[in-house]
Every structure is written in structure tokens, then in C-alpha cells.
């Protein structure tokens, strides 16, 4: 049985839908990354989860109990589960260990245990020499790792996160991001993590839904989010690449000034005429001087550079296949230059294509 | 943790198979109860007794029949509207007069390298926190025609007879007036200076302003707005204000509205004429103030500045003496002399005799202490009246203000308002809304302590709540989540995380509460029974008696009692609590 189901779920304020009809199921023990742009809707998807907003429309239940339907929400204090918010908030007026122990005491533990898990997972989020400061007196990532601790002590049965590393610089952030799959590897805590930024949720998550305007677009691994997105927008969204809009017909996707067998590509492609749309990833091209080997029947054109960019770990080009309209984005190591005007050759590895639509 | 969330949900199972009513009852917060209940409070505290003012106005006396006689009456003798009038220039004097102290003080203590900033500051709170009618007291005493201590100095320095002052003049009662006015504008402009940056000046200085030109095009500019607040606000004290019109006015037979509407009040008891007579009071409030909020809301000016960058103090080099002798000046006025004479004539038998040893005597604190009738009485009163209109307002606030912040009922602003809505009704309208509303029968609390603490409490709800809903905004809300998903109730929630989080700042706004009620003269002397005197209102008739050295050893109680609070206060809540601006 799974751990978490949102079914139909929705959320409207007044006459605007901020949580559209999501769907979304979470395995004991799962790491599941709402990731979408500002906006969206991942934060109050969270909220109903947690109990602190009703929904409109749909249902949420936990190991198949209804906690939370239009006009029922079982009160965030009896659901088990726990946070992490934000802005931390950490208690100011209690110390880190009176924080921590704040949940397992209103378990109705025996001091000594709570003593026990405090000291115990205070140790584990290296934070036991400052047991008796007050948050006052703590760093941001202190704090982020007294959150972590609070939060994880109670052994709760789903644990939220609303975009933790947000207020944390770059370094900490990254140094942080492995904090947290770290512990979710020691505990397997079932976890929903909410962020807009695709490398955090990329590097922690066993699962990525993406999110856009309410709607969850695509769950899947997030190497198949990359490297397979199933719409324009999580095509656009997640890196960056080249849409290209075409039409199969007769075993071959034609295109701006160039065809594709529908053989080469990594998918299957149904053999009826229709419209199709294509997203090749800038790294799944390359460029020659003089004309490549066309190995395993690769598409190649000839092409001109139009614009350059350098980017430190590689150039980022924009080169324009003759005969044809597209203006497309191609990746290239930093030594491989090229001048703007210049006639290149552009090789497709079909087989990295993605069918969008 | 799997057995732990196995047990779990089979409640939240239970709670879904009962029939939705009864779910929806579950669920129900006790918040929209106390919703209907702070409606009720606030309805009774603000809104019956200005509507039953308003009501009565148009009434006439005995019969409830509606008539307009009583505007009227109340406007239809030149001595009611010149009272009108004197009132409207006594605020335009007082305020004027209460600039020329404020800026200069503010602008040196904000940003010049003044010395002595410390001793302009006590200055100020003590100008703050001296009730105004006694200052009055020690300006009859210092500036009294014939025998007040300037004129007989003058005399003697001289051989004039002629006095060199008189307190008893229109210009002598708008400098009383002013010299405990003026702090309300020097907090407005220091704080409205503490967020102009020295970058700001330096940006007109690098195109070729000088110093005295960016002070003019820039700074001036930008603080305007805070001078012509605190201008409004002195405005509205001063037409407002009865103590120092009525210690010194009456005799110098200066009428302004508050003293009329004290006449009207004298046997036989005309509330429907007062009513009627105090619309203006009112009217001009309530305008005024929109006016300033809509001045203050605008947009460019000081408050949107942000963080300003680095601030400078301006180096005056010798001028600094000068500055800090312009302080010490207003300071010798407002505070210093008038306290001296004030503590001179309590322990003296005969003020008018000066310092000497044959003059000194505690008799008059003796006498107070233990052989006056009500002198002790009306001490406990004032404590205990301003203790639980304290504590009324405080917690009628706080529920208040956190309801609203934390969205728990629909329309919840409307409660807001309605705790807000005080701020703009003078303190002698809302006695006489009282009076109208609930002294007579069938409530009959006339002459009562409860009506005396049911009008403080309404009179400075907004003080309490402008306080509690500050405290409340500072806690996240994520703080009070952060326990509810954790386990913790919302009731629990409250106790442990949120009521340890403000409780500083409630005290801090109980404080002040209870000193300014403590103080509080023009909304108690007409709720007053015999046995219900506050010290201000003992302190009124000792004044009305002319028996100066028992008054002047009153006043000295009375601000005995001040200073032990706000020294309570300063300790529990930070030097600056009185003068923080909401
Ligand atoms: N209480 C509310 N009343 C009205 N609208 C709301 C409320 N809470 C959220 N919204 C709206 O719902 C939409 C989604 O908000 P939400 O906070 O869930 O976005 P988000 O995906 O978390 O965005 P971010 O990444 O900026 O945190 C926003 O347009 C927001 O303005
Ligand atoms: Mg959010």
C-alpha cells in the first residue's frame, strides 16, 4: 500500500485554481522532489498535505486513510508527520536540545528516552557541542541542521520540506543538499521536498513531479525528466534545448529543411500522420569543420554560426542549418572554437531525441 | 516508525465515517466563538457609546423626542463659538510653538555630533511623561502675575513692578501647552531623520549643494511629511486637552471647548447640548487624522527610503555649545524649573516664602497622607482603575490582534477596525459617549468604578492594540506550524511557543497603558462619582481650591507613582518604550 496518496486534488482562492486536479502517490519510504517555477503551487500542495490548508476538491490519504477532503481535515497535530519550513522557525526562546525535544516530549516520552534520541540525533547532524546555544546564537546552516534534527527526531511517517535551502548561500546550499539524501538514506523517511531549483531536486530525489500552474506535468527519475520530457513545458523547464516542431509521415519526421527516419530515434514513434514535437538537447549535437563520417546514418547539415556565447565550461552556439528556418543551440568544449559567420558541419545524435508531444 | 504511523490514522478513519455535521463540529475552531465575543466587547466599548452620542445629540431632554434645539443651544451664543475658535488657535499656536522646540532638538540629536545626547533625551521623556496639568501647576507657581518666582525675580532684580510674565494670557496657556506637546513631534522627526542617510546628502553635495542648501532641498523635504504628523497630532492634543485649559484658562477666563463642555455639565446636567457641542471635536479628529494617514501613506518620501547607507553626524564645532544650550533651555522650561518649584511648595509652609529652613515642612504630604479624606483613596483608585483597564485592554487587543493576523474568522479586519477606532475620539468625547450610554438607568453605572474602567479601557485600546498586533506580526507563523505538525494543539501551541514570544512586548504595552491612565484627566472628571476620584481628578479640585502647597505635594505623589512605573517599564520593556512609534 503506498505510503501517501494525493487524489484529484485541488485548491481554489476564489475564482483561481492555485492547485489543479494533482495526482501523486509516494512509496514508503520515497524521496519525491515538487519541483516547478515561482508560483505554482508546490507550497500550498504542501500545506494541504501538512493540514494547514483544506482542499477545495480531491483527497489526501496516508496508508490509506482519508486525512484531508473538502470540509474534513484531520488537524496537522494528529497526522504524524513533520516539517521544515522556510524561514527554519526554530524556536528563539528555547535552546537547540529544548527545540529537539520539543515533539518527542509531546509523544508523552520518558525523559530519559527523550534525553536518549535528542543527544542521539543531535550527533547525527553534528550539532551536539552546541546543544545549549540559542538559535540566536547559531549560523544559518546551524539552524538548517537544528530544523533537520527537530524535524527528523520524531521518526515522523512523512516529512515536508518547503524550499529549506533557500536561505542559505551557495556553498552551504550544495554541502547541505547532500545533508539531507544523506539522512534520508540512514532513515528512509518518506519525504516530500519542495523547491524550484532543478539541481537541488535532481541530486536528492528518487522521484521529480514537476509542476506548472497548478498542474503536476510529468513524475518520473529524474534522469528520464532530463533526458525524456513528456511536455513542452518540462522540456523548456529542466535545462535547456532546442524545440523543434514537425510532422510524421510515411516513417520519417519532417522538419524545417531536413527529415529524420523515425527509426533512428531512441523511442518508438506511432507510424500515423501527425504533428509531432521534438526536443534535441544542446549536448546532443555536435560540430565539425569539414564533414563528418556520417556514422549509423546521422543526420548532417551544413550550417552557419550566428551567435557564441562562452560559458567557462564550454561555448554555447547558436548555429542556423541552411535551408531551413531553425535557429538551434549547440553545446562545444572550450577549445573547439568557432567564429561567428562561420560554415560548420552539424552532427544529430537521434537516439538522445525526446518525443515531447 | 512503521508501527507508530499504523496506529495512527485509524482516528482520522473514524473521524470520516461520521456524518459531515458532525465532522465539520470537530474541526471547529473555539476561534469564531470568541469572535462573537469580541464583536459584543468592542461594540459595547466603542461603538454604543459614540452612537448613543450621536443619538442623544438630537434628542431632547426627558421626553426622547427628536429635535434639533439642542445644536441649537449649542451654537447659538456667541461665548459657545468663541470658545470654538479660541480652541482652533490655541491648537494652532501650541503646535507651532511645540515645532520650534521639537526640530532643532531632533535635528541635533539625530544628526549633528551634539554633546549631551543622553541629557536632551531625558529632557524629552521627562516633558513626555510629567502630566500636563501638572506642569501647569508649577507654571502658575513660577509665571503667577504677582507673586510667581519669574516676576518676583524680576522685581527684585529691577524695582518694576509691572510683572515680566503672566501664565494667566492666551500665549502663556499655548506655551504651557506646548512645552508637554513638544516631544510628540520630536519623536516624529528624529525617527524620520534616523533613516536619512548621510549618502543622500552627499548625492546633492557632489552636484554642488551645499551644506545648507541640501539641508533645505533634501533633508527638509524629506521629513516634512513627519513635521506636519506631529504638527496634526499636537492639533488634536491641544483641542483635546482639559487639564491645562482648565487649571489655567478658567481663571484667566480663556474659554475653550473642553472647559464649555465641563460648563455644561454643571448642575443641571445638560448631555444633549454637551453632545451636540462636542460634533466639532470630533468631526475635526477624525478628519484631520484621515488627513495625515493619507499624507504619511504617500509615496517618496522617508519611510520608503529603505536602509539608508552610512550616517554621518554633522560636525557643528562651536555651534554644538550653542545647540546644546537651546536644549537645556527648552529642558529648564518644560521640566526642570517647573519640578523645582512644584517640590519647593510641597514641603513648604508657605510656597511664596522661597527656600528656608522656617519654610520647610512635610506637613502638607502629612496632611495628604493621613489626615485627607480622600487623598489615599483616590491613589488606590487610580491604581487599581488603570491596573485592570490595563489588563482589559491588553487582552481584549491581543486576541484581537491575533485573530486578525493569523486570518482565523472572515472579517476579521472589521474587528480591527473597530479596536483602532478609538485613536481618533477624543478622550472627553468618549467620557461624555459614556456617560450618555450608560450612566443613566436601566445600566446605571454612574458613579461607579466600572465606568471609569470600561472608558479607559476603550480610550486606549488602540495604544494596546497597536502594541499587541506589532508583537503578534513578529512571530512567524512557521514558529506556531512548526509545533502544530509536530503534535502540539493550537491551544498548546499558543501557550508554549507563541504567549513566551510576545509576553515581553505585552508587558511593555500594559505598561503604558496603566501610566496613561494613570495620568488620564479629561475622560475620568466627568465619569467621577464621590467616592471614584482618580489622583488626576483630586488633583483638579485641589487646583480648583487654590490651596498650592497641598496641591504641589499631591502632584508630587502623583509623579512619585509615574517615574516608579516607567522606571518598572524602562527595565521590563527598554529605556524607549514610551516614546516608540506605532
Ligand atoms: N491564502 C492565499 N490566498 C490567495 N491566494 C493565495 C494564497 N496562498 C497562495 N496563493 C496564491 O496561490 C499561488 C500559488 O502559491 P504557492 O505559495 O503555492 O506557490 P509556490 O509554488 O510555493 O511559489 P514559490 O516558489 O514562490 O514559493 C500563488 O499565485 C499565490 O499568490
Ligand atoms: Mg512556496
Redesign the interface.
Known amino acids: 500500500m503506498p505510503r501517501l496518496t494525493l487524489k484529484g486534488l485541488s485548491k481554489s482562492y476564489g475564482p483561481v485554481k492555485v492547485v489543479d486536479n494533482v495526482d501523486l502517490t509516494l512509496q514508503?519510504g520515497e524521496f519525491v522532489c515538487l519541483l516547478g517555477p515561482s508560483g505554482c503551487g508546490k507550497t500550498t500542495t504542501l500545506r494541504m498535505i501538512?493540514?494547514?490548508v483544506e482542499p477545495t476538491e480531491g483527497s489526501i490519504?496516508?496508508?490509506?486513510?482519508?486525512?484531508s477532503?473538502p470540509?474534513?481535515?484531520?488537524?496537522?497535530?494528529?497526522?504524524?508527520?513533520?516539517?521544515i519550513?522556510?524561514?527554519y522557525?526554530i524556536?528563539?526562546?528555547m535552546t537547540v536540545a529544548e527545540n529537539v525535544a520539543?515533539?518527542l516530549k509531546?509523544?508523552k516520552l520518558s525523559s530519559a528516552d527523550v534525553r536518549d534520541r535528542v543527544a542521539q540525533i543531535l550527533k547525527v547532524v553534528q550539532m551536539s557541542h552546541l546543544a545549549d546555544r540559542y538559535p540566536a546564537e547559531l549560523s544559518g546552516g546551524q539552524q538548517q541542521r537544528v530544523a533537520l534534527a527537530?524535524?527528523i527526531v520524531?521518526?515522523?511517517?512523512v516529512l515536508?520540506l518547503d524550499e529549506p535551502l533557500s536561505n542559505l548561500d551557495a556553498n552551504l546550499r550544495e554541502e547541505m543538499r547532500f545533508e539531507i539524501r544523506r539522512l534520508h538514506d540512514e532513515f528512509r523517511?518518506t519525504t516530500v521536498y519542495v523547491t524550484h531549483d532543478q539541481s537541488e531536486a535532481m541530486a536528492t530525489a528518487d522521484r521529480i513531479a514537476v509542476m506548472n500552474a497548478g498542474r503536476i506535468e510529468q513524475v518520473d527519475a529524474p534522469h528520464l525528466i532530463y533526458a525524456r520530457p513528456r511536455t513542452r513545458f518540462v522540456a523548456a523547464f529542466i535545462g535547456r534545448t532546442n524545440l523543434l516542431a514537425g510532422h510524421v509521415a510515411n516513417g520519417e519526421i519532417g522538419l524545417d529543411g531536413f527529415a529524420l527516419p523515425t527509426a533512428q530515434l531512441g523511442e518508438a514513434v506511432p507510424d500515423s500522420a501527425r504533428p509531432i514535437l521534438l526536443s534535441v538537447r544542446p549536448q546532443s549535437m555536435a560540430l565539425h569543420r569539414s564533414r563528418p563520417q556520417a556514422h549509423d546514418g546521422r543526420p548532417v547539415l551544413s550550417a552557419v554560426v550566428a551567435q557564441r556565447t562562452y560559458l567557462g565550461e564550454s561555448w554555447d552556439y547558436v548555429v542556423h542549418p541552411q535551408q531551413s528556418g531553425l535557429q538551434l543551440r549547440v553545446t562545444a568544449p572550450p577549445l573547439q572554437v568557432h567564429e561567428v559567420g562561420e560554415a560548420v558541419w552539424l552532427e544529430i545524435d537521434p537516439q538522445q531525441i525526446a518525443v515531447v508531444a | 516508525m512503521t508501527e507508530t504511523a499504523a496506529i495512527l490514522p485509524k482516528a482520522a478513519a473514524e473521524e470520516a465515517r461520521r456524518p459531515a455535521w458532525l465532522r465539520r463540529l470537530r474541526y471547529l475552531e473555539p476561534s469564531n466563538l470568541l469572535w462573537i465575543l469580541l464583536v459584543a466587547a468592542l461594540l459595547f466599548l466603542v461603538a454604543v457609546p459614540i452612537g448613543k452620542l450621536l443619538i442623544v445629540s438630537f434628542e431632547q431632554q426627558g421626553t426622547g423626542a427628536f429635535t434639533l434645539s439642542n445644536y441649537a443651544t449649542a451654537y447659538g451664543r456667541a461665548r459657545y463659538l468663541e470658545a470654538l475658535a479660541n480652541s482652533l488657535m490655541l491648537g494652532a499656536l501650541s503646535s507651532l510653538l511645540s515645532v520650534i522646540f521639537a526640530v532643532p532638538m531632533a535635528w541635533a540629536v539625530s544628526r549633528t555630533d551634539m554633546p549631551g545626547k543622553g541629557f536632551t533625551w531625558a529632557i524629552v521623556m521627562g516633558a513626555f511623561i510629567m502630566p500636563p496639568y501638572l506642569g501647569a501647576v508649577g507654571w502658575i507657581l513660577l509665571a503667577g502675575p504677582n507673586s510667581g518666582f519669574l516676576n518676583q525675580a524680576w522685581t527684585w532684580l529691577t524695582g518694576l513692578q509691572a510683572p515680566l510674565v503672566n501664565v494667566y494670557t492666551f500665549f502663556g496657556l499655548a506655551l504651557v501647552i506646548a512645552l508637554h506637546s513638544f516631544p510628540l513631534i520630536f519623536i516624529f522627526v528624529k525617527s524620520a531623520l534616523d533613516l536619512v542617510s548621510s549618502e543622500m546628502e552627499d548625492a546633492a553635495n557632489i552636484l554642488g549643494a551645499g551644506t545648507s542648501t541640501a539641508m533645505r532641498k533634501i533633508t527638509l523635504p524629506l521629513v516634512w511629511p513627519a513635521i506636519l504628523g506631529g504638527i496634526i497630532v499636537v492639533f488634536l492634543e491641544t483641542v483635546a486637552l482639559f487639564g491645562t485649559p482648565a487649571i489655567i484658562g478658567i481663571p484667566a477666563r480663556i474659554n475653550v471647548v473642553t472647559t464649555q463642555l465641563w460648563q455644561f455639565f454643571e448642575y443641571p446636567v445638560r448631555v444633549e447640548v454637551a453632545a451636540a457641542y462636542a460634533m466639532p471635536l470630533l468631526l475635526i479628529t477624525v478628519g484631520m487624522i484621515t488627513v495625515q494617514k493619507l499624507l504619511l501613506a504617500r509615496k517618496g518620501f522617508v519611510s520608503q527610503t529603505g536602509k539608508g547607507g552610512e550616517r554621518r553626524p554633522i560636525k557643528l564645532g562651536r555651534w554644538r555649545w550653542a545647540v546644546l544650550g537651546y536644549c537645556g533651555f527648552v529642558g529648564a522650561l518644560a521640566v526642570v524649573m517647573p519640578l523645582m518649584v512644584l517640590l519647593q511648595a510641597s514641603f513648604a509652609k508657605a510656597w511664596g516664602r522661597g527656600l528656608a529652613w522656617s519654610n520647610l515642612t512635610f506637613e502638607n504630604y502629612a496632611y495628604l497622607l493621613f489626615r485627607h479624606e480622600m487623598a489615599l483613596t483616590s491613589i488606590w483608585n487610580t491604581l487599581w482603575f488603570s491596573a485592570a483597564a490595563a489588563t482589559a485592554a491588553v487582552c481584549i487587543a491581543v486576541l484581537v490582534a491575533y485573530i486578525v493576523a493569523r486570518k482565523l474568522v472572515p472579517f476579521g479586519s472589521a474587528l480591527a477596525f473597530l479596536a483602532m477606532a478609538p485613536f481618533v475620539i477624543p478622550g472627553i468625547v468618549m467620557a461624555i459617549g459614556f456617560y450618555a450610554a450608560y450612566a443613566a438607568p436601566p445600566i446605571a453605572l454612574y458613579g461607579t468604578a466600572l465606568i471609569i474602567i470600561l472608558a479607559f479601557t476603550a480610550r486606549f485600546l488602540p495604544i494596546a492594540f497597536a502594541n499587541s498586533a506589532a508583537a503578534v506580526r513578529a512571530v512567524h507563523p512557521e514558529m506556531e506550524e512548526a509545533a502544530r505538525i509536530l503534535g502540539g494543539g493550537r491551544l498548546r501551541t499558543i501557550a508554549r511557543i507563541t504567549a513566551p514570544l510576545i509576553i515581553r512586548s505585552l508587558i511593555g504595552g500594559w505598561l503604558i497603558v496603566f501610566i496613561v491612565a494613570s495620568r488620564e484627566l479629561s475622560a475620568a472628571v466627568f465619569l467621577v462619582g464621590p467616592r471614584t476620584r482618580t489622583m488626576a481628578v483630586l488633583l483638579y479640585d485641589l487646583s480648583e481650591a487654590g490651596n498650592f502647597e497641598v496641591l504641589a505635594a499631591f502632584g508630587g505623589l502623583l509623579l512619585a507613582l509615574t517615574l516608579i512605573l516607567v522606571a518598572i517599564g524602562m527595565k521590563l520593556a527598554g529605556r524607549d518604550f514610551m516614546l516608540r512609534r506605532n
Open positions: 514508503e501538512a493540514g494547514f490519504s496516508m496508508d490509506g486513510e482519508v486525512f477532503a470540509g474534513a481535515v484531520l488537524p496537522p497535530e494528529r497526522r504524524r508527520m513533520s516539517m519550513f522556510q524561514s522557525a524556536w528563539p526562546n520539543f515533539g509531546l509523544q527537530r524535524a520524531v521518526k515522523p511517517a515536508l523517511i
